[in-house]
């Protein structure tokens, strides 16, 4: 079963920190979102890690995910997901 930390109580600050350390130690990373106007599939979006974190507040959310089930020639690893609730209109 997956284990998913609960990351409600971090300030901007601590957030920053997260994604930082998280990144220092990643082997790979990508950016995709979610429009269900355009697919209701995600669709790859080239953004730099610099803009990801721009976009990131006090009112984003995370999900820190421990997969416990990951395709045999990948490595054991951990999943990163947040919403920054940017409105649209």
Do not use: P
């Not at 507040?57 to 995370?62: P, Y």
């Amino acid at each position: 079963m997956d284990t998913f930390y609960n990351t409600r109580a971090l300030n901007l600050d601590q957030k920053l920190a997260l994604l930082n350390d998280c990144k220092a130690v990643c082997f790979r990373w990508w950016v995709d979102k979610l429009d269900c106007s355009v697919s209701l599939s995600r669709q790859a979006v080239e953004m730099t890690f610099e803009e990801i974190t721009q976009k990131l507040s006090n009112k984003s959310h995370f999900v820190v995910i421990d997969r416990t089930f990951y395709m045999k020639c990948e490595k054991k690893h951990f999943e990163i997901g947040f919403c920054t609730m940017i409105s649209t209109s």
